[in-house]
C-alpha cells in the first residue's frame, strides 16, 4: 500500500503565502508523477500544478506567476510554494500522486495512478 500526506494548509490574508508539503509513503518502487488539485466550495476539484510523468511541471493558468511547485525526490515529497494569495484561492489542496509500488517489498510491481491525501484546508482572508 502506498499513501500521500499534505501538511502546511491554514488560514492566511490576501497577499501572503503558505507552502504546502505532500509526502508519500509505503514500499514505492518509483513516483511516475505528483501534484496539486484543490477544490473549493461548491466547485469541482482542479489541476493546480503537477510534475508529469516525464518531469516537467504544469500550473493552472490561475496561478502561475504565483505558485511554485518543487520536490524532493530523496523524500518522496512535492512541495507547493504558494504566493500573493488570493479570496479565491481558497480550497481544500489535495495531493495526487501516481506511483508503482511493490507490494509486501517483494517483485510484484503494481501501478496506482491515483493516490489522493486527505487534503488540507486554505483559507485566505481579506
Known amino acids: 500500500q502506498v499513501h500521500v500526506v499534505e501538511s502546511g494548509g491554514g488560514l492566511v490574508q490576501a497577499g501572503g503565502s503558505l507552502r504546502l508539503s505532500c509526502a508519500a509513503s509505503?514500499?514505492?518502487?518509483?513516483?511516475?508523477?505528483m501534484g496539486w488539485y484543490r477544490q473549493a466550495s461548491g466547485k469541482e476539484r482542479a489541476l493546480v500544478a503537477t510534475?508529469?510523468?516525464?518531469?516537467?511541471?504544469i500550473y493552472a493558468d490561475p496561478v502561475k506567476g504565483r505558485f511554485i511547485i518543487s520536490r524532493d525526490s530523496a523524500k518522496n515529497t512535492v512541495y507547493l510554494q504558494m504566493n500573493s494569495l488570493k479570496l479565491e484561492d481558497t480550497a481544500v489542496y489535495y495531493c495526487?500522486?501516481?506511483?508503482?509500488?511493490?507490494?509486501?517489498?517483494?517483485?510484484?510491481?503494481?501501478?496506482?495512478?491515483?493516490?489522493w491525501g486527505q487534503g488540507t484546508q486554505v483559507t485566505v482572508s481579506s
Open positions: 510534475f508529469t510523468s516525464g518531469g516537467s511541471t
Open positions: 509505503g514500499t514505492i518502487f518509483n513516483i511516475n508523477a
Open positions: 495526487k500522486a501516481d506511483i508503482t509500488y511493490a507490494p509486501g517489498g517483494g517483485q510484484l510491481r503494481l501501478r496506482d495512478p491515483a493516490v
